[in-house]
């Protein structure tokens, strides 16, 4: 006994062939390929029954983020259409570094910038690979605090602008706080001892 499937395939062959000649329009199998911001697509195969298959390039300066050749199945791209993302150098920092190092950033890559002891930072801390490849906002410097400003900074003043970043800055207040309660706690004893 035959295999139900086997049965209807001859049926299946002849309605496929009938929908052939009497609705090629039908057919049509897929829409044109997905266009992409900053690339292209080549067709690498086209088929008779428009099982396409078409692969994607970037323009130069963008990388492409997802698979690189997509095929119409079932009157449908499969799988999604990649993306091209723009590329940013690494950014140069004087005295300080970025909290990931790489040659390279994809958009919308985040990264934080820090500046060496002794350095105050001068612009965002925070900066994003934006679309048309450079830095958003603009890459901050580090720039050389005086001395002046840190001799403020060890009562309490300007912290902001002798530490590299906030954390800092809060260790640094609460230390100073810890030792404005020790003088005062130093002068009432003091006083007790007097009286």
Not at 106 to 118: K, L, N
Not at 190 to 195: L, R, T
Request: glycine letters at 6%; one cysteine or more.
């Amino acid at each position: 006994m035959k295999p139900v499937s086997e049965r209807k395939s001859p049926v299946l062959y002849l309605l496929g062939i009938l929908t052939l000649l009497l609705c090629p329009d039908g057919l049509q199998g897929c829409s044109s390929p997905p266009e992409i911001k900053h690339g292209h697509f080549t067709y690498i195969k086209k088929g008779i029954l428009r099982t396409d298959v078409v692969e994607y390039e970037c323009q130069e300066g963008y990388t492409l983020v997802g698979e690189a050749r997509i095929s119409c199945t079932f009157f449908d791209w499969s799988p999604p259409a990649p993306q091209c993302k723009a590329l940013c150098p690494k950014p140069e920092i004087s005295n300080g570094r970025v909290s990931v190092e790489k040659d390279q950033y994809v958009s919308p890559e985040t990264v934080t910038v820090r500046c060496d002891p002794g350095y105050r930072m001068v612009g965002s801390q925070n900066i994003f690979c934006s679309e048309d490849k450079s830095w958003s906002p603009d890459v901050p410097k580090c720039e050389k605090v005086g001395a002046e400003v840190c001799e403020a900074v060890l009562k309490g003043q300007n912290l902001l602008k002798c530490l590299p970043n906030a954390w800092e800055a809060k260790e640094a207040l609460e230390l100073h706080k810890l030792s404005l309660e020790i003088k005062k706690l130093e002068q009432e004893r003091s006083k007790e001892e007097i009286a």
